[in-house]
T-cell receptor, first 117, second 110 residues
Framework: DADVTQTPRNRITKTGKRIMLECSQTKGHDRMYWYRQDPGLGLRLIYYSFDVKDINKGEISDGYSVSRQAQAKFSLSLESAIPNQTALYFC????????????????FGPGTRLLVL | EDKVVQSPLSLVVHEGDTVTLNCSYEVTNFRSLLWYKQEKKAPTFLFML????IEKKSGRLSSILDKKELFSILNITATQTGDSAIYLC??????????FGSGTQLTVLP
């Protein structure tokens, strides 16, 4: 079974609709992230959560909201979808590594391809 | 604001060639640099470089970190068509999250 799962894998929606993307992980990590990927722009951070009660905005949080329902679950919502939110969305998890917590490896889900018409 | 710049943006080579991908960064209190390979789906982890480990090697792939000049390179020798992918560099500084570069699209032709 995959360690990080995302649902749905593909979604087509219309402008103005509210949608939710879900992420679950079995790695036992405290840290979870939502990214979007657009051609030529790399991965951009939307929101991140370092534990259930710690949620932070990333560099492009406008138009998005999140919910950390449990350590293993982190959901991303588009309150009113618009066409420029068409992108590939990734969830990731991580834990700090090394004695000083200086390292971090992120494990990615398979991605959700979203098309907003 | 942390910043990661990768070059080139894209690269086309033939099988057997050696390639070098570059990643330069500006971060406050550098902690680690990570390389990922992304094919059609999610990124997969390649290497992590920290102050205590500035050179890593795995098969035909190797990476070094130059903390003085603030860059890292990813080398791939004897390239194969299966190496075609986007290669992402990410850096963690005192900011609480990783900052990713825009990636290098590598295409290896038969």
């Amino acid at each position: 079974d995959a360690d990080v799962t995302q649902t749905p894998r593909n979604r087509i929606t219309k402008t103005g609709k509210r949608i939710m993307l879900e992420c679950s992980q079995t790695k036992g990590h405290d840290r979870m992230y939502w990214y979007r990927q657009d051609p030529g722009l790399g991965l951009r951070l939307i929101y991140y959560s370092f534990d259930v009660k710690d949620i932070n905005k990333g560099e492009i949080s406008d138009g998005y909201s999140v919910s950390r329902q449990a350590q293993a679950k982190f959901s991303l919502s588009l309150e009113s979808a618009i066409p420029n939110q068409t992108a590939l969305y990734f969830c990731a998890t991580s834990d700090l590594e090394g004695l000083a917590g200086q390292g971090e490896t992120q494990y990615f889900g398979p991605g959700t391809r979203l098309l907003v018409l | 604001e942390d910043k990661v710049v990768q070059s080139p943006l894209s690269l086309v080579v033939h099988e057997g060639d050696t390639v070098t991908l570059n990643c330069s960064y500006e971060v406050t209190n550098f902690r680690s640099l990570l390389w990922y390979k992304q094919e059609k789906k999610a990124p997969t982890f390649l290497f992590m470089l920290t102050s205590s480990g500035i050179e890593k090697k795995s098969g035909r792939l190797s990476s070094i970190l130059d903390k003085k000049e603030l860059f890292s390179i990813l080398n791939i020798t004897a390239t194969q068509t299966g190496d075609s992918a986007i290669y992402l560099c990410a850096v963690r500084g005192s900011a609480r999250q990783l900052t990713f570069g825009s990636g290098t699209q590598l295409t290896v032709l038969p």
